[in-house]
């Protein structure tokens, strides 16, 4: 463990180990974890979000408060390109277009902007393949040009571009003022017994996984209201409407009132995990939008039908229903 010296040392992979000298006055995490790898004190407080700083084996926060003689782990993923390349062979389905915004239908499988670990093969990298004139270094970073709200990889559905810093910073005040309604359409586990409702419950990083999320007290006030679209044996369809938007919020929401989103592997179990007959992906689409024009103010909804893969899966639920 401790030997007394500080610094830090590159083992396997990514991993940097740092050790606090022993003689040290108690301090905050985030403070020497990037005082002592070198990075900046912001590009470490990213890394503890994604649980990658540990020491014994245990994620720390960012406030914690470590002392003199503790070993810590930091995991540095290597940086990504300078700029994301254009890949016209990747398609997507562009909704509605102006001179401010695309929205576009992702598809289920499709990584929204490059990452660690995903460099290329992103919503962006498709963009960019049919020719938008997304300006690097804009208000949303490097990796991520236009970039107003994100989808998790394996949800699909309508997406807001913004084709100008202008158009950007517009978006993002409405989403801000939760002026954007955002609907989405989920095949949940079980019968949802009330026709419609409120979910109204704060979400963070689960304490005990940190590589999801969960309903935690000292987590974000979160929002999700609902209606029952249709019912079927053992699953319900439901409209929802996302009205503060965190990570995995839905499927954290319905997870938490005992109605995992059918096809979910991170917050589902059993037969909600595997989904009924046909079903390989989440059932998760994000069915419509409605916001306002950034340069002439009036109202926009566009709207995105459920994925042929997701609308046969309620059709056998249907065929069923008829059978039985």
Sequence with gaps: ?????????????????????????????DRWAADLSGLTRSHVQRLISEGRLTAAG???????????????????????????IAQPEIQVAVVYEDDDLLIVDKP????????????????????????????PGGIAGVQRPGIVHRLDR?????????????????????LKARRIKKTYLALVAGSVSAA???IEAPVGRDPGRRTRMAVVPSGRLSTTGYRVRERFAGWTLLELDLVTGRTHQIRVHLEAIGHP??????YGTGTSRRGPDGLERLFLHAWRLELTSPSSGRLLRAEAPLPPELEQVLERLRAAAASA
Excluded at 14 to 22: D, K
Excluded at 116 to 133: C, I, K, M, Q, Y
Excluded at 154 to 174: E, N, P, Y
């Design 154 to 174: 394996d949800t699909s559905g309508l997406l807001m571009v913004a084709r100008s810093d202008a158009a950007q910073a517009s978006l993002q005040a409405q």
């Design 196 to 198: 419609a409702g409120r």
């Design 1 to 29: 463990m401790a030997d007394g010296g500080s610094g830090a040392t590159a083992l396997a992979g990514s991993i940097r180990r740092m050790v606090i000298p022993l003689d040290a006055a108690p301090g905050r995490a």
């Design 108 to 135: 289920a499988g499709l990584v929204v902007h490059p990452s660690p670990g995903h460099h290329d093969g992103t919503l962006v990298n498709a963009l960019l393949g049919r020719g938008e004139s997304l300006a």
């Design 261 to 266: 989103v059918a096809g979910d592997p991170v």
């Design 58 to 84: 245990q994620p720390l926060k960012a406030n914690t408060v470590i002392t003199g003689g503790t070993e810590l782990l930091l995991d540095v993923p290597p940086p990504t390109p300078a700029y994301p």
